[in-house]
């Protein structure tokens, strides 16, 4: 097949593929009837020029004697490389701990494989989930075993549903075709910059769930791990529900926010070390601002406009924005008794009013003020209480407005930008929360980000804390072959364990874990 790159038009124009092929055959210089087959490989919007907004598009075709048009400028051959699953000649005994984005694939490879893993997952299936994560935004109740962070599908189904990723491997194409098999949209297979939205991914994981029992696996829902069992090095067993089970393996995707399940490892002697992260607030602008901003006059041909921004402050410290949700909601994503947390989700369609993202400040390990491992899960539950206190003690959130934030004074009054958080929101003053280094950071932030986007730091954009669960605060240790460094047949997977960010990475690092298991001794 060839690719041919750098195909312009104009956004005023839907990009069908049957304008693109006659495109292409002007590129090539034949007729339309000697391509055989094409598809859109990469569709991205280029924005530099504000006069001249256009879609960038990469299209493959095939056709007979392919070589002799890769002299053509932004012509070359293009093969297209297939993910194989191993099969396992074995009948391991193999147990995933966590249900999200890395258990998933972990479990899905597995099952492929012909194994058949044992799943489980401390938050409930996605039916369950669903109804606790709507009685909290409605009513303030939590259920600290099944909520944002915790359920089926992990934090990413309460989310955006980003898929992009810096990563290169030849696992994330067979991810995105894997999500569209079990019901995504197909033009995550060519989008630049592909999502999901919560709304589909409830569907998705549902389906994938189904699959894996299908192909034997079992997943027990509601079903924490207390306890793991070791001697001479080596796991024997895990403790969940008060029920001993032997296993050959245990695959660790517990996410970010199993606080207690890093407790109990740490006091088991599995090697672990403390790592840097991220902490801030969720900032909110009205959509149809930022669609003006990134896209000038040609905001209206397009969906809702997206941001990523990142600065180096004046103090040292580094601050970025994570995960934007265009046209999407704040929400409540508290996982322990009386802490605040945030997080940004949206619908596929990302219709609602308002864009947010995290805006985030650099965490380092010198601010953990302490050298246990747990230091920063410490920083975290401090910076969590504070929030809770200074909303009203209800998991309100506590909100400042930007003009207030960079005044440095409480916030009496909300402006124009009405908070989407939920349950609810309560003016107040940041400083009650942050520690002095990290609100004067905010305030940075916002000055250098007005720059790459003027209006970022306007009067009443308004600001929700905390939001503190971008990435783990700690690393659990694994070897080449992805084993604990300490405790053969323990393989730490994930964003949780400190070896992914993100849907797509946390997905691939997942199925590289069971790849370990199926070829290991």
């Known amino acids: ?67 002799k048009y890769t002299r053509i ?15 396992a000649n074995n009948n391991k ?18 099952a492929r494989a012909g ?62 075709r894997e999500l569209v098999k079990y019901g995504a949209p197909k033009e995550i297979l060519y989008m630049a910059k592909p999502h999901i939205g919560t709304d589909k991914l409830t569907d998705i994981v ?70 840097p992260f991220a902490m801030g607030v969720r900032i909110e602008h009205s959509q149809d601002m930022i669609n003006t901003a990134q896209y000038g006059k040609f905001a209206k041909f397009l969906p809702a406009a997206d941001y990523k921004l990142a600065a180096h402050l004046p103090n040292g410290r580094s601050a970025y924005t994570f995960c934007m949700c265009p046209g999407g909601y704040v929400v409540g994503a508290s996982s322990e008794a009386e802490r605040v947390v945030t997080n940004g989700m949206s619908y596929f369609k990302r219709d609602g009013k308002n864009a947010n993202s995290a805006l985030l400040i650099g965490i380092d390990t010198r601010d953990f003020g302490s050298d246990h491992v747990l230091a920063g899960v410490a920083l975290q539950r401090e910076l969590e209480h504070r929030a809770y206190i200074e909303g009203g003690r209800n998991y309100n959130a506590p909100v400042q407005i930007a003009g207030d934030l960079l005044k440095g004074r409480a916030t009496k009054m909300l402006g124009n930008i009405e908070p989407t958080y939920m349950p609810g929101v309560t003016p107040g003053d940041f400083r009650n929360i942050f520690p002095k280094e990290i609100y004067e950071s905010l305030q940075l932030a916002l000055y250098e980000m007005d720059k790459k ?4 730091a306007c009067e009443d954009a308004v600001m929700t804390a905390v939001e503190s669960r971008s990435s783990s605060p700690v690393r659990i240790l694994r070897g080449e072959d992805l084993n604990s460094v300490n ?33 290991g001794e």
């Open 1 to 67: 097949m060839l690719r041919i790159s750098n195909i312009k038009i104009p956004v005023s124009t839907k990009p069908e593929l049957s304008a693109l092929i006659k495109k292409a055959a002007k590129i090539l210089r034949v007729s339309e009837d000697k391509i055989l087959s094409a598809e859109i490989a990469k569709l991205s919007v280029d924005a530099r020029d504000k006069d001249n907004v256009i879609y960038n598009i990469a299209l493959i075709v095939s056709m007979e004697n392919e070589e």
């Open 73 to 87: 400028k932004n012509v070359s051959l293009y093969e297209r490389k297939c993910y194989i699953i191993p099969k």
């Open 93 to 110: 005994k193999i147990v995933i701990v966590g249900f999200g984005p890395a258990g998933m694939f972990a479990g899905l490879i597995l």
């Open 115 to 176: 194994l058949k893993p044992l799943i489980l997952e401390r938050g409930s299936s996605i039916e369950r989930r669903q109804k606790a994560v709507d009685i909290f935004h409605k009513t303030g109740v939590l259920d600290t075993d099944s909520n944002i962070q915790f359920g089926e599908g992990g934090a990413g189904t309460f989310s955006d549903g980003k898929l992009t990723t810096g990563i290169k491997d030849i696992r994330c194409s067979f991810v995105l």
């Open 206 to 275: 549902r389906n994938i769930r189904n699959d894996i029992i299908s192909m034997g696996g079992e997943i027990r829902f509601d079903s924490k791990v207390t306890n793991v069992n070791i001697a001479g090095g080596r796991l024997k067993s895990i403790v969940s529900d008060n029920i001993e089970t032997e296993t050959d393996a245990l695959i660790l995707a517990i996410g970010h926010s199993a606080r207690d399940t890093f407790e109990m490892l740490c006091n088991k002697g599995i090697a672990m070390e403390q790592k």
């Open 453 to 456: 986007i003027k209006g970022f």
């Open 487 to 519: 405790v053969k047949g323990i393989i730490p997977c994930g964003e949780g364990c400190g070896y992914a960010g993100g849907i797509m990475s946390a997905a691939v690092d997942g199925i590289k874990c069971a790849e370990s298991v199926i070829k």
